[in-house]
């Protein structure tokens, strides 16, 4: 029997920052993330990753052994159309835990009897896209680092990927590894603090990673500053290396007619409630404080002229049953 190596406490921390690379192309990106969570993942039966966009029930680029490839989408089309509404919220749970012990009697069918549960990673945003891994769990039942500290880098990996898909993001501000502003556009204004004190918690979560472990780390290190930038390095022609922040604010399209404009805060809040994101969650992804997320949230809701977060998901047409499916 293979003897398992010790998981390093900071290996995701590791995943999420390179998740960031935005050098190769995206079959050799998800390839490399593959390797970099199927040890963490692997109880025995292999690991799975693959991109997702869940609105359009689209799978593609699958990674891993083809055992797991092979099930995927039979294993979706047994499920039926609500397969699909795992992949609206980053999240770290088991088959058994998001269908309430139902669905997962499919799971020896389609991998035997030894797969026991699956573990699902879905690093996805409130759109439904991104990337998800898995693994059967065999006789492991505790998934390694702990489900928070891989929840937290489902998000950043769902926001890297974003990221990769806007190659028009607009570099909006540099900064120095001390968070000094070195150039920053007009529509920074007001939010100088705010990105050099997300570059200096950034560089304080990877510094310390190994030693905090990466549930600690990546509670500092949120994915967006201010609900609109993401923080990367980037490296000149010289050589040096600075960190820039780019536009990642996620596009929610329309919310319905009749209602007064919402600002790109409120209609992220707003959207990622109605995709069933918890405050905490919502507070995470945008890099914002949570008492801001609730403001913005009732702020939404009274532009739109809507009493409950329950009648959200018919404001955004991506959503499909989401609302009235959703699991904790």
């Not at 055992?67 to 089309?77: F, N, S, T």
């Not at 159309?81 to 609206?88: G, H, K, L, R």
């Not at 780019?246 to 995709?275: F, H, I, K, P, Y």
Request: net charge positive.
């Amino acid at each position: 029997m293979t003897q398992r190596r010790p998981f390093r406490r900071r290996a995701l921390v590791d995943a999420a920052q390179l998740a960031y690379t935005r050098a190769n192309s995206d079959a050799d990106w998800l390839a490399q993330l593959h390797d970099a969570t199927t040890g963490l993942l692997d109880a025995g039966m292999g690991s799975l990753a693959f991109f997702v966009d869940a609105t359009a029930q689209k799978i593609d680029g699958m990674v891993g052994p083809a055992h797991l490839a092979d099930v995927v989408i039979p294993m979706h089309a047994h499920t039926g159309p609500t397969a699909w509404n795992i992949y609206f919220q980053p999240r770290a749970t088991s088959l058994h835990t998001f269908y309430g012990g139902g669905e997962p009697q499919a799971i020896p069918k389609f991998l035997g009897a030894s797969a026991g549960d699956i573990w699902g990673i879905t690093c996805v945003d409130a759109r439904g896209r991104g990337v998800v891994f898995c693994a059967p769990q065999g006789s492991r039942r505790g998934l390694p680092l702990g489900t928070r500290a891989w929840t937290m880098a489902a998000v950043h990996i769902a926001t890297a990927y974003r990221l990769r898909m806007r190659t028009d993001a607009p570099i909006e501000a540099v900064l120095d590894a001390n968070g000094t502003l070195l150039h920053r556009e007009p529509a920074v204004a007001g939010s100088e603090k705010a990105l050099a004190a997300t570059v200096i918690r950034r560089a304080a979560a990877l510094r310390s990673a190994a030693s905090i472990g990466s549930e600690a780390a990546l509670e500092a290190w949120r994915s967006l500053s201010d609900g609109r930038w993401s923080i990367v390095e980037d490296i000149e022609s010289d050589g040096k290396r600075y960190l820039v922040a780019r536009n990642n604010e996620m596009q929610t399209g329309s919310v319905g007619t009749g209602a007064r404009a919402l600002t790109a805060l409120e209609r992220q809040v707003c959207a990622m409630t109605a995709a069933g994101h918890p405050q905490k969650l919502v507070a995470y992804e945008l890099g914002i404080h949570a008492s801001r997320v609730a403001r913005y949230l009732a702020s939404g809701l009274g532009k739109l002229g809507i009493s409950s977060p329950t009648d959200l998901a018919r404001r955004f047409a991506w959503l499909p049953d989401v609302a009235r499916n959703r699991r904790p």
